[in-house]
């Protein structure tokens, strides 16, 4: 079961490398691509959390929209970090959402990297796979922001318990 798992990643890992490139080789998410990405996000996820036994993540729409807001503030803040431009935190941005569970933690990154080759480093690092793969984890929420100039894409990952 757990090699099935690890297949199905793999696949899904390969497909994200098929993004359609903008102006100096950055990846450009398409509209298409877009409706698609929380979905292999959170399929991707759900399967490595098999793999191990573990509860799949269910997506929110409250977790959603922190993560979306945090990925454009970052942008704005031109840097990667977990407190957004008025010092709040991940918590403070997912209850200000309405998420009114804990949470588990956020993952960030910034580059021009695919969702899902995000998602490998996360999981290559103990810190952001332990946030992954908490077995207290419930819910779900991806979010993203592509600078149009540079392409450059700065991504959130929340869950929450």
Known sequence: MIRL????????????????SGTGGAPRISAAETDDILTRQLDAVNAVRQGEGLTPLRYSAELNAAAETHARDMSVQGRAWHFGSDLTSPRERAFRAGYQAELVGENIAEGTDSDLAVLRSWLDFKDTREIIMDPAGRGFGFGWYEEPATGKIWWVQLVGK
């Open 5 to 20: 798992c690890f297949a199905a990643l793999a696949i899904l890992f390969a497909v994200a490398s098929c993004t359609s």
